[in-house]
C-alpha cells in the first residue's frame, strides 16, 4: 500500500469539505416545486414572520371541494395545513373552489375564494342538465388564523353575477396606501376593478354610480394580481389557454391603483428546458427589503395530464426604469430567506 503525501491529503479532505458545503447550500433553496402535489393559481402572503402560499387543488372540478395552505419562515421549509376551508363548510359551494386570496384586517383574515366555475345560459361552458354551475361565484371565508379553519363569512357568493361579461373568478384583494381595499377579478378574458366596502359585504360605488369597472389590458385572460413598488402599480394577469403551453404573464404599469394600465410585456413564459404553462401568479416581498419573489404554477415536462400542475418560486427583478426582467425559471427555487 501506498501512502498518499501530506499535500495530497489536504486537497482531499479540501475538495470533501466543498462537496459537502454545495450540498448543503443545495438544501438550503426551495427547489422547485416548492411542495409535493399538484397544485395551482398560488397567492402568495406574509403574516409575521412567516411566508405563507394559498394555492388551488389542481384535479378535476368535481374534486376541488376543499383548500389547502402552506406556510414556511424560511421559503425553504414548508408546513402544509391541510382543507383550511371546504364545501361542507360553504352551503352554496359544491365543486371548482379555486384562485384563493386572502387579506388580513383588524386582526382577522379573510380568504377570497370561487366556487362551481359559475356559467350563464349561452356561455361557452352552459349545459342545461349540470345544475351544479348554475350558481356559485365569489365567496369569503373568515378566520382568526392564516392556517384557518375558515367558516363562510356571508352564507352567499359575494359576487354571483357576470359584470361586464367578466365570470365571477380569480379575485384578488389590494390594501391601497390609504387604506381603501380594491378587489381585481375576472375570467372570460374580462377584469373588473371594484371598492370593498369597510366590512367586506359588498361595494362601494365609484364616482359615476357604477360598481363594476371595466379595466381589462390587451391580452387578458385570466389571474389578476397587484402590487405597488416604488409609487409605482404593478397589474399582472394570465394569457394564453390555462390548459397548455401558450399560458404565460404579463403585466402593466401605472401611477394609480385604477390605472389607465397598458400593456408592457411578457416576462414568464414557458420553457422547453423546464416546464411550460407557466402563469397565473402572485408576488412576495420580504418585509424591509428590495428582495422580491414570484410564485406561479407550470407544468412540468413531460406532462400527461391537464390538471398536472405544480406551484414554483423564482427571484422577481426589475430594471433601473422600473420595468420588471425576464423571469428566469429554475429548479433550484429561491434561497433561504427567514424574514428579520
Known amino acids: 500500500?501506498?501512502?498518499?503525501?501530506?499535500?495530497?491529503?489536504?486537497?482531499?479532505?479540501?475538495?470533501?469539505?466543498?462537496?459537502?458545503?454545495?450540498?448543503?447550500?443545495?438544501?438550503?433553496?426551495?427547489?422547485?416545486?416548492?411542495?409535493?402535489?399538484?397544485?395551482?393559481?398560488?397567492?402568495?402572503?406574509?403574516?409575521?414572520?412567516?411566508?405563507?402560499?394559498?394555492?388551488?387543488?389542481?384535479?378535476?372540478?368535481?374534486?376541488?371541494?376543499?383548500?389547502?395552505?402552506?406556510?414556511?419562515?424560511?421559503?425553504?421549509?414548508?408546513?402544509?395545513?391541510?382543507?383550511?376551508?371546504?364545501?361542507?363548510?360553504?352551503?352554496?359551494?359544491?365543486?371548482?373552489?379555486?384562485?384563493?386570496?386572502?387579506?388580513?384586517?383588524?386582526?382577522?383574515?379573510?380568504?377570497?375564494?370561487?366556487?362551481?366555475?359559475?356559467?350563464?345560459?349561452?356561455?361557452?361552458?352552459?349545459?342545461?342538465?349540470?345544475?351544479?354551475?348554475?350558481?356559485g361565484g365569489i365567496g369569503i371565508g373568515v378566520s382568526d388564523s392564516p392556517g384557518g379553519p375558515f367558516r363562510d363569512y356571508l352564507g352567499k357568493p359575494l359576487i354571483s353575477d357576470f359584470h361586464n361579461d367578466a365570470q365571477p373568478i380569480d379575485q384578488f384583494v389590494f390594501k391601497d396606501t390609504d387604506g381603501t381595499y380594491y378587489m381585481i377579478y375576472g375570467g372570460w378574458g374580462r377584469c373588473n376593478q371594484a371598492i370593498l366596502n369597510d366590512d367586506f359585504t359588498g361595494f362601494v360605488p365609484w364616482d359615476d354610480g357604477t360598481v363594476f369597472r371595466e379595466i381589462t389590458p390587451e391580452g387578458y385572460v385570466e389571474g389578476p394580481v397587484m402590487f405597488l413598488r416604488k409609487g409605482i402599480y404593478y397589474f399582472m394577469w394570465s394569457e394564453g389557454g390555462w390548459g397548455d403551453?401558450?399560458?404565460?404573464?404579463?403585466?402593466?404599469?401605472?401611477?394609480?391603483?385604477?390605472?389607465?394600465?397598458?400593456?408592457?410585456?411578457?416576462?414568464?413564459?414557458?420553457?422547453?428546458?423546464?416546464?411550460?404553462?407557466?402563469?397565473?401568479?402572485?408576488?412576495?416581498?420580504?418585509?424591509?427589503?428590495?428582495?422580491?419573489?414570484?410564485?406561479?404554477h407550470r407544468r412540468p415536462i413531460p406532462n400527461e395530464g391537464r390538471d398536472h400542475r405544480v406551484t414554483c418560486i423564482d427571484t422577481l427583478a426589475f430594471n433601473d426604469d422600473g420595468t420588471i426582467r425576464q423571469v428566469r425559471m429554475t429548479f433550484e427555487g429561491v434561497a433561504a430567506n427567514p424574514i428579520r
Request: net charge negative; glycine share 6%; proline share 6%.
Open 1 to 135: 500500500m501506498r501512502f498518499l503525501s501530506v499535500p495530497l491529503c489536504i486537497i482531499i479532505v479540501f475538495l470533501c469539505g466543498c462537496t459537502k458545503e454545495n450540498a448543503v447550500l443545495t438544501a438550503k433553496t426551495s427547489g422547485n416545486p416548492v411542495f409535493e402535489g399538484w397544485y395551482a393559481d398560488p397567492e402568495g402572503a406574509v403574516f409575521g414572520s412567516e411566508y405563507w402560499i394559498f394555492p388551488t387543488w389542481s384535479a378535476d372540478y368535481k374534486e376541488q371541494v376543499f383548500l389547502d395552505a402552506f406556510s414556511s419562515t424560511d421559503l425553504v421549509a414548508w408546513e402544509k395545513h391541510p382543507s383550511i376551508i371546504d364545501t361542507s363548510r360553504v352551503s352554496w359551494a359544491n365543486k371548482s373552489m379555486w384562485a384563493p386570496a386572502i387579506i388580513e384586517k383588524d386582526r382577522m383574515y379573510y380568504l377570497f375564494f370561487s366556487a362551481n366555475d359559475v356559467q350563464r345560459p349561452g356561455g361557452p361552458a352552459w349545459d342545461e342538465n349540470d345544475t351544479s354551475s348554475h350558481s
Open 245 to 296: 403551453p401558450s399560458y404565460k404573464v404579463a403585466y402593466a404599469m401605472a401611477k394609480s391603483v385604477t390605472g389607465p394600465f397598458e400593456r408592457i410585456g411578457t416576462i414568464l413564459q414557458s420553457d422547453e428546458d423546464i416546464a411550460t404553462g407557466a402563469g397565473h401568479n402572485s408576488v412576495i416581498n420580504t418585509p424591509g427589503t428590495e428582495t422580491w419573489y414570484i410564485v406561479y
